[in-house]
């Protein structure tokens, strides 16, 4: 037979298909001589390349979907996959599904053996005339579809398994008799197969997705007409899109119809009226494909952010692979609490505005096994819409290092100093405010200030109230005087929390953040939080404590399954002991005190505790705003931060300009000037906004340190270290130096011990087995401000009684003993020990002055607001003996005294008058005699409204020097205590 004009013969290529078969023994099995007749045996070459072609496919499930759930099993959080497939038994497909099937696309399906001759000379022809259509039986597309998706992402092997070539054909062809022959797959199996991995337009794959996505059904529920529309679908999915083109979709369907008439499954009338009806949809448009965390279920609140947290962890943590993920019809239970998000993030959402440049971020972590069981956002998940939208984000705000964590960071030098021994009253000196604490041990000296101006310091704090003051100046005074600037135990303790943001590039880019803080000593950095840090890392570590000391590292997966129903293991690193179980009781009870007075937090929690509440420990937080001209430290703030616990539910609320983290904190609702109102105490506020509806409906109590787990830890204190270390290894225990990472064991101050002797050690009480930390005294104290002991009262010496004068009166008029008691000042220094113990100095003295003895019932309280003092100071009155003809005494009778006393006296009043108060109590060294000229002075200085400065202080001075302060004249004498005017 001659091949048509101009096209290629196919019969050569048919040849040589024929031959291959006949030579792998097909035709001798009787499946294919029906079709051979008269072909010639001459494709040799072919036919070898048929034999030595393996078939390597393995039958694997089609890709499906992965599903995440909420902690509860049932709750769907999203799906993830790259075909949108659920596959379904053969048993769930109508049988007129199947029929219409097999009737279009493979009518000998029941009959051949894997292999249809017939298709395939009809396939070869039309390929060697250019048309690459046709050929295939369903056992062999199946074959073809599985090759394709087992190819992954790879395009190049992709496009391989679907190429129309004879190579392919006689491999899809050998896979198919050996599925069907070898294998034994039986055609309903086959079938099952074909229809779930197929696809049907409208990332649809498989007979299930198709029928939810065309009309909103599951399979079993389809009707004939719409069960012929989808398997028409199957030529070309595209082509025949009912969406896009409902005319061919309605034409192919119809054709399917037809088919079914012509294998006589379905009358002619039947079809007819079927083939009447037009293409009903359940939508005018296609759905929109719910794949992905962008996608999550809308009834959980802005839960993309954990969604997409949970599958990254599971990539990075899991080490399961994308594809896995997407193809593996994994079934994921995540650690989220549905309830629990929905509720923080509708609090969240009433308290900051998305539009706020400001983002609240807050995740909540179960600190018994570290479940990240909320993540609550002010922005929300997803794609900004256009260049002024800034409501949306897509960013691991939650993970990542985008601001410092300023204070919260404090807990870290906290539990070092715990850990070592030092008690929760161990005082250090504040310095003044405008002075700051300069580092004396460490090689960066520049000073440390107090800027939270809610508080107010002492001139001494201890540990617990400088925590809950967040007193800056106390911690970078801890770091310098009790490690001597040797910063590897505190950082040690953050890293032992999990805080691996000491572990990422420092500025230098050399170093790591750990690396640089202890090479270069940066105290301040490390103990006041100037590092990027992550809310989701400072929950953990918050956690630890609240875990009696017990490490969770936060993860998002309770468990796996894989399609089949069997577990897979879920890479979750172990709960460590991270710290002492005594310690963490006794952080709770310093932390404690941030939610109460004097704390940070306290005003925000009052209302909380005024309802009967249970007690909320935690940290507060406020980084320092940055000039972004001259990157200068300003007077505004930027980021600010509370850490709260609970036993059983720990949060971060961090408040975080995500696109300029060091600029000023703006658009938080009531909040005006940055400088004086935002601060950690905000952050907090939104903390209890978020979650004061669930803690609420709860009640807790925290344990007593002394009541932590474990026997009494013999005391080591005062020993040498021979000696401890054989009295804790007898007793069970382990002795561990302060820096165990390099075994140095470290000088505390401790003056009450000795040089060379345990000066502290922790814990008191804990498990045997456990490691008691300790470092040695170093024989000295750490800076405090001590008050000077009071003076002695003199004893009273007797005197002869004098002569009666006329008149009744007894002798000369007597001298009166007045006094008038000093304002207390801190700036005033003692002298050498040379000097009189009783005498002091201030910087602007010329000379020293002395202080004299004080009649203590004649002092009286008067509030000096006017020196910008809270606290009460005492004026004096004078004694009960003062008499208005004493008051009127010459000035020859006074001038001896005033003569004597009144250099220093205007010296000791200026020096007094002019600090600021820092004590109500009194001591004789505080008080000086009353004398004329002091007296004198302290009358004109009442006239003075306000004495703010040294120059209003000093106009007041020299007026009173002009009225005769030198002279010697006596004053006209108050008859009430002297008072400043307020």
């Known amino acids: 037979m001659a091949a048509a004009s101009g096209r290629p013969n196919?019969?050569?290529?048919?040849?040589?298909?024929?031959?291959?078969?006949?030579?792998?023994?097909?035709?001798?099995?009787?499946?294919?001589?029906?079709?051979?007749?008269?072909?010639?045996?001459?494709?040799?070459?072919?036919?070898?390349?048929?034999?030595?072609?393996?078939?390597?496919?393995?039958?694997?499930?089609?890709?499906?979907?992965?599903?995440?759930?909420?902690?509860?099993?049932?709750?769907?959080?999203?799906?993830?996959?790259?075909?949108?497939?659920?596959?379904?038994?053969?048993?769930?497909?109508?049988?007129?599904?199947?029929?219409?099937?097999?009737?279009?696309?493979?009518?000998?399906?029941?009959?051949?053996?894997?292999?249809?001759?017939?298709?395939?000379?009809?396939?070869?022809?039309?390929?060697?005339?250019?048309?690459t259509q046709g050929g295939s039986t369903l056992t062999m597309q199946y074959v073809k579809q599985m090759r394709y998706?087992?190819?992954?992402?790879?395009?190049?092997?992709?496009?391989?398994?679907?190429?129309?070539?004879?190579?392919?054909?006689?491999?899809?062809?050998?896979?198919?008799?050996?599925?069907?022959?070898?294998?034994?797959?039986?055609?309903?199996?086959?079938?099952?197969?074909?229809?779930?991995?197929?696809?049907?337009?409208?990332?649809?794959y498989g007979i299930q997705t198709a029928a939810q996505t065309y009309f909103n059904k599951d399979v079993k529920k389809l009707t004939l007409p719409e069960s012929a529309m989808l398997v028409g679908l199957l030529r070309a999915p595209t082509q025949y899109d009912p969406f896009k083109f409902p005319e061919a979709a309605k034409k192919r369907r119809n054709e399917v119809l037809q088919n079914l008439v012509a294998v006589r499954q379905l009358s002619q009338a039947d079809a007819d009226k079927y083939k009447s009806q037009p293409v009903s949809l359940a939508t005018t448009e296609a759905p929109v494909v719910k794949e992905g965390c962008a996608n999550a279920n809308s009834s959980i609140k802005n839960v993309g952010f954990f969604c997409d947290y949970a599958v990254q962890w599971l990539k990075t943590v899991g080490k399961i692979s994308d594809t896995k993920l997407t193809t593996g019809g994994l079934k994921i239970v995540t650690t989220l609490d549905a309830n629990l998000q929905n509720s923080m993030q509708t609090n969240v959402d009433a308290a900051l505005p998305p539009t706020s440049p400001m983002t609240a971020i807050l995740p909540a972590v179960d600190p018994r096994n570290g479940n990240v069981v909320a993540m609550a956002t002010s922005k929300r998940y997803g794609t900004n819409s256009s260049s002024k939208d800034h409501t949306h984000t897509s960013l691991p705000i939650f993970t990542e290092y985008s601001a410092q964590g300023a204070s919260t960071y404090k807990l870290f030098p906290l539990l070092t100093a715990l850990s070592t021994g030092v008690p929760s009253d161990w005082p250090l000196q504040t310095p003044p405010a405008n002075v700051g604490y300069k580092p004396r041990s460490c090689a960066t000296t520049d000073a440390a200030k107090n800027g939270d101006a809610q508080e107010s310091y002492n001139i001494n704090e201890g540990l617990k109230s400088a925590t809950v003051k967040s007193s800056n100046t106390y911690f970078v005074a801890l770091a310098d005087q009790l490690l001597q600037c040797d910063l590897e135990p505190i950082t040690n303790m953050a890293s032992k929390l999990g805080m691996n943001s000491l572990l990422q590039p420092s500025g230098d880019g050399r170093l790591t953040v750990k690396d640089a803080i202890l090479q270069y000593q940066r105290a301040i950095a490390l103990v006041l939080g100037d590092i990027g840090t992550s809310p989701l890392e400072m929950a953990g570590a918050y956690a630890a404590v609240a875990n009696m000391g017990k490490f969770n590292t936060p993860a998002p997966i309770q468990s796996i399954t894989d399609e089949n129903g069997k577990a897979i293991a879920v890479k979750r690193a172990p709960g460590v002991q991270a710290i002492a179980p005594q310690v963490a009781l006794q952080a709770i009870d310093v932390l404690a005190g941030d939610t109460q007075f004097p704390g940070t937090s306290a005003a925000q929690f009052q209302a909380w505790y005024g309802q009967g509440q249970s007690q909320v420990a935690g940290k507060t937080g406020t980084s320092v705003a940055v000039d972004p001209r001259t990157r200068q430290d300003t007077n505004k703030n930027a980021s600010l931060w509370f850490v709260g616990m609970t036993p059983n539910l720990v949060a971060?609320?961090?408040?975080?300009?995500?696109?300029?983290?060091?600029?000023?904190?703006?658009?938080?609702?009531?909040?005006?000037?940055?400088?004086?109102?935002?601060?950690?105490?905000?952050?907090?506020?939104?903390?209890?906004?978020?979650?004061?509806?669930?803690?609420?409906?709860?009640?807790?109590?925290?344990?007593?340190?002394?009541?932590?787990?474990?026997?009494?830890?013999?005391?080591?204190?005062?020993?040498?270290?021979?000696?401890?270390?054989?009295?804790?290894?007898?007793?069970g225990f382990k002795l561990a130096w302060l820096n165990p990472a390099t075994g140095e064991q470290g000088l505390c101050p401790n003056k009450a011990v000795p040089f060379g002797r345990i000066g502290y050690s922790a814990p008191s009480i804990a498990p045997q087995g456990s490691t008691i930390t300790a470092c040695m005294s170093s024989g000295t104290s750490q800076t405090v401000y001590i008050p000077p002991p009071p003076k002695p009262t003199p004893t009273p010496t007797k005197t002869k009684p004098t002569p009666t004068q006329p008149g009744g009166r007894s002798g000369p008029p007597s001298r009166p003993t007045r006094y008038l008691s000093c304002l207390r000042t801190s700036s005033l220094t003692r002298l050498p020990s040379a000097r009189p113990a009783t005498c002091g100095w201030t910087s602007f003295m010329t000379a020293p002055i002395c202080c004299g003895p004080v009649a203590p019932a004649s002092a009286t309280a008067v509030r000096t607001s006017s020196l910008s003092s809270s606290s009460p100071s005492c004026v004096g009155r004078y004694a009960s003996s003062t008499t208005p003809s004493a008051r009127s005494r010459s000035a020859s009778s006074v001038r001896p005294a005033a003569s004597n006393a009144s250099a220093a006296s205007r010296r000791f009043l200026a020096s007094r008058l002019s600090t600021r108060s820092t004590?109500?109590?009194?001591?004789?060294?505080?008080?000086?005699?009353?004398?004329?000229?002091?007296?004198?002075?302290?009358?004109?200085?009442?006239?003075v409204a306000v004495v703010s400065s040294s120059r209003a202080f000093m106009a007041a001075f020299r007026s009173a020097r002009r009225r005769g302060f030198n002279s010697g004249m006596p004053p006209t004498l108050p008859t009430s205590p002297v008072g400043l005017s307020a």
């Open 10 to 131: 196919p019969w050569p290529t048919i040849a040589k298909l024929v031959t291959a078969l006949v030579v792998t023994g097909i035709l001798t099995a009787g499946v294919l001589l029906p079709y051979v007749g008269g072909l010639g045996l001459a494709a040799r070459h072919e036919a070898d390349k048929f034999l030595t072609t393996p078939c390597n496919l393995h039958e694997s499930k089609p890709p499906q979907k992965t599903t995440v759930y909420a902690n509860d099993g049932r709750t769907v959080i999203a799906e993830l996959f790259s075909q949108d497939r659920l596959p379904v038994p053969l048993s769930q497909v109508p049988k007129q599904l199947q029929q219409a099937l097999v009737a279009t696309e493979d009518r000998r399906f029941y009959s051949h053996h894997g292999v249809d001759m017939r298709g395939l000379m009809r396939s070869a022809v039309s390929t060697s005339g250019g048309d």
């Open 149 to 204: 998706y087992q190819a992954g992402k790879d395009v190049k092997q992709q496009q391989a398994a679907i190429d129309q070539n004879l190579n392919r054909k006689i491999e899809d062809a050998k896979c198919a008799i050996f599925i069907e022959n070898t294998e034994h797959e039986s055609k309903d199996k086959i079938l099952e197969n074909y229809l779930n991995i197929a696809f049907f337009g409208e990332n649809s």
């Open 652 to 731: 971060t609320s961090a408040l975080v300009n995500l696109d300029h983290p060091n600029a000023e904190a703006s658009g938080l609702p009531g909040v005006v000037d940055p400088a004086t109102q935002a601060y950690g105490a905000y952050a907090s506020g939104i903390w209890l906004k978020a979650l004061a509806p669930t803690l609420s409906a709860q009640r807790w109590t925290w344990p007593s340190p002394a009541a932590a787990p474990g026997v009494a830890v013999p005391p080591i204190v005062g020993m040498d270290a021979a000696t401890a270390n054989a009295t804790l290894k007898a007793a």
């Open 919 to 943: 004590s109500s109590s009194l001591s004789s060294r505080d008080c000086l005699p009353a004398t004329s000229s002091v007296l004198t002075a302290v009358s004109a200085i009442r006239k």
